[in-house]
């Protein structure tokens, strides 16, 4: 267990926890944060790629892995979380699913094993609060208020949900019947159900965000953190299946799932939906008010496994919970799976020894994205098992087999969706060490499939739940497609355009994977890729960090174009971050440190006496380690050497364009220019000491003092020295005098 700092986040939801986590995070030199879905993990990763760049952020699910070499980030889903991986900061997001039936065995696991080096945050709903204090007593229990009120407004009927409205329902069947009542009355409405995929999903949820419909009909996949514009959530039904039992949701469920009405500051409402009656007194009590049952035990599963034999692994899977505070997981996917599996003779011939039975467990992990019956999802696990034990590999064309067969996007709502699971399957086997040969094309290869289908899917849901040609909201329905799942409506239906769409639909997924390299910046800030012009770098919030203006093709779709934003947005930090590289300060501390950070606002230049603090206060060791960076410590200037390139002073010039207009630059290659009072205060940014009428290249003006130093005064001024300023006849006088020097009859000498 770690000294980390503990805190436990509790609270509502629209209170900003998740938010203050993530800023939280990037506030330490490393982190790694989980959230509860892969949809959300998406999401946050954006935002902070777009905040950061793309080089030190990793993001990391059961399907998807982007692990750049040097990231220092880590944004996972729960289950996918590196616990391996030793980060200054750790948060998992929606702590109470430790007590889900399911999956609460992982959360718990991470509550009670999982720390940062310095920080350590579990983010949740307050009814974690007694048994939070009870099993981390040393941690900071922190209330979190929430920003706005949910209101009650009993029940309605569909033609009087108010815009801006997400109706709730807990079966694909009801989803897809409200949604065609929605089309047939009030012009269409985007769905969300947990069997989409993510990237369906996406462009679902982008459809609605666009406001090219007013509607959003969705299971409890809504409740669990996505960002939506929603002002009022209808229940439909108030009972769902969870796998053993038709029940009714508990007040702390509906509450979790009306509470993404009313985001931020912006208050909201909750109601039911005709012939549903009104929710009773006390469950709109206790959702107004916050307040519910606590959580009393948490579902835990042993993390102490042996790996013996088949038999001893049930049976450490078995073991009682360790105190009362936990209850056994009652039934999960794998342990299921394990049981069948170890009671087929082809398995049990092979799992002999610790390492295959380690194997087994592996295997057993392979989720049932298809929703199938026990004994067809085991079957297909067994036949992967036995070909890893026999063969060390996968038999690529018994995989290609099955992947083929799922590679067809013809068909309606209820097939696509049957086979998106299936290849969804194949995606996370392609993602497991070792399983395959040439493991990165079975990846590409999976992701290309889910990703068609996806589309194709979301073009069903719009056909079929979309009325057509009626402006229904505000949004503009372009007549042209875009790209991916977030081709926009009449486009999706215009076959005449579809070698159009395909090209259009490979730029954008290009764009979007490219690596930096792809991309240019001009002169001007001008962002090219591949020829096109796609946007330009214009100034962030601090002169040293850009941010990038998009400009992209108007028949784009809302989806498309936010996903194109973000890649530019995490460029033009990358852009800026490559250029500050040497000034790295994520290891430095006290007086270091801050000269780093003046340096890195200075754009790698800082007059000696603006830094005279920091320098006093330096020791050896941390001037060294300047030293190392190539950082100089001038008489006049403190300088970064690396950023006296061609290439970083282009740079340079360009951020000191976009965040001062008119300003005087030095032209390309100049060691001097010309300046005035208002010029001269810019020129440190650009590189350039200041001298009277003249400003000089940093290591210039150093190289200059450095060859003036030994000379006997009076001295004739050396032809070198003329040349490393570059300064004309008429002002050279006045610069050495800004140099600390004067001139009399007899020669130079140093000003007394």
């Known amino acids: 267990m770690s000294d980390a700092e503990l805190t436990l986040a509790l609270g509502p939801t629209n209170t900003g926890k998740t938010h203050r986590a993530v800023e939280r995070m990037l506030e330490h030199d490393s982190g790694m944060i989980g959230l509860p879905l892969r949809l959300l993990a998406r999401e946050v990763y954006d935002r902070i790629t777009a905040q950061i760049g793309e080089a030190a952020v990793a993001l990391v699910t059961g ?19 590196p616990t391996e991986r030793v980060v200054d900061f750790v948060a998992v997001d929606e702590i109470q699913l430790a007590a889900h039936r399911e999956r609460g065995h992982v959360f718990t696991d991470r509550l009670l094993r999982l720390r940062g080096r310095r920080e350590t945050w579990f983010l949740g709903a307050d009814t974690m609060a007694p048994i939070g204090r009870a099993l981390l007593p040393e941690a900071d229990l922190r209330r979190q208020m929430r920003f706005s009120q949910l209101r009650h407004t009993g029940r309605s009927g569909l033609g ?34 947990g069997a989409l995929s993510p990237r369906t999903r996406n462009a679902q949820v ?22 939506l514009d929603v002002d009022h959530v209808a229940f439909a039904s108030l009972r769902k299946f969870d796998g053993k039992d038709q029940r009714y949701l508990a007040a702390p469920e509906l509450a979790q799932i009306a509470g993404r009405a009313g985001r931020y500051k912006r208050d909201g409402s909750f109601g039911t939906l005709n012939p549903l009656p009104a929710l009773d007194e006390r469950v709109v009590r206790a959702i107004e008010e916050h307040r519910f049952p606590a959580v009393r035990r948490l579902v835990w599963r042993s993390a102490a496994l042996d790996f013996e034999s088949p038999e001893a692994l049930i049976g450490s899977l078995s073991a009682p919970p360790p105190s009362e505070a936990f209850e056994r997981v009652e039934r999960a996917d794998d342990f299921d799976a394990l049981r069948a599996l170890s009671a087929q003779d082809p398995v049990r011939e092979r799992a002999t020894s610790p390492d295959r039975v380690a194997l087994l467990w592996e295997v057993c992990q392979v989720p049932d994205f298809r929703k199938l019956l026990l004994a067809r999802h085991v079957s297909l696990l067994g036949e992967i098992y036995v070909q890893l ?8 064309e018994w995989v290609a087999t099955q992947v083929e067969r799922i590679d067809r996007v013809d068909g309606e709502v209820d097939g696509l969706t049957a086979r998106l699971s299936a290849i969804r399957v194949w995606t996370y086997v392609s993602h497991r060490a070792g399983w395959l040969e040439d493991a990165a094309r079975w990846q590409e290869r999976t992701r290309a ?54 090209a259009s639909r490979r730029w954008v997924d290009d764009a979007i994977e490219a690596p930096h390299e792809d991309f240019e910046v001009d002169a001007a800030g001008v962002i090219t890729f591949r020829g096109a012009r796609v946007g330009a770098l214009v100034r962030g919030r601090e002169r040293h960090a850009p941010e990038a203006r998009p400009e992209l093709p108007e028949d784009l779709g809302a989806g498309a174009r936010a996903r194109l934003e973000r890649r530019l947005h995490a460029f033009a930090k990358d852009w800026a971050a490559a250029l500050w590289a040497p000034l790295d300060d994520a290891d430095a501390e006290g007086a270091l440190r801050g000269l780093l950070y003046q340096l890195r606002i200075g754009l790698g230049t ?15 060791t941390e ?83 450095e060859a003036l130093g030994p000379l006997e005064p009076p001295f004739a001024l050396p032809a070198q020295v003329r040349s490393w300023l570059g ?5 050279l006088d006045r610069v050495l005098r800004a140099l600390g020097y004067r001139r009399d009859a007899s020669g130079w000498s140093p000003a007394a």
């Open 63 to 81: 399907e998807e892995k982007r692990t750049p070499p040097r990231a220092r980030y880590w944004v996972c889903t729960v289950e996918a979380m």
């Open 160 to 193: 009087g949900l108010p815009p801006r409205t997400a109706v709730v329902a807990f079966s694909a069947d009801e989803v897809y019947a409200l949604a065609a009542r929605l089309k047939a009355r009030r012009g269409g409405a985007a769905v969300v159900l």
């Open 206 to 227: 982008a459809l609605y965000q666009a406001r090219e419909v007013q509607y959003i009909v969705a299971t409890d996949a809504i409740g669990m953190g996505l960002n």
């Open 389 to 396: 034990v026999d063969h060390g590999r996968l038999d690529p």
């Open 449 to 502: 499939i889910e990703d068609r289908l996806g589309d194709a899917l979301h073009q069903r849901l719009v056909e079929r739940f979309v009325e057509i040609g009626k402006k229904r909201s505000r949004a503009k329905i372009d007549p042209t497609p875009a790209s991916g799942p977030f081709a926009q409506l009449r486009g999706m239906l215009e076959d005449a355009r579809e070698d159009e769409d395909a």
């Open 606 to 620: 800082v007059l000696a006496d603006d830094a005279a603090p920091q320098l006093a206060a330096l020791d050896a």
């Open 623 to 705: 001037r060294a380690a300047l030293a190392e960076r190539g950082v100089v410590l001038g008489r006049h200037s403190v300088y970064a050497r690396p950023l006296l390139t061609s290439e970083a002073l282009a740079r340079r010039a360009l951020l000191v364009a976009l965040a001062e207009r008119d300003a005087r630059l030095p032209k390309p290659g100049a060691v001097s220019y010309p300046v005035n009072e208002r010029s001269a205060a810019l020129a440190p940014a650009l590189g350039f000491v200041p001298l009277g009428p003249q400003a000089v290249r940093a290591d210039l003006v150093e190289r200059v003092l």
């Open 727 to 731: 300064v004309p006849q008429k002002r």
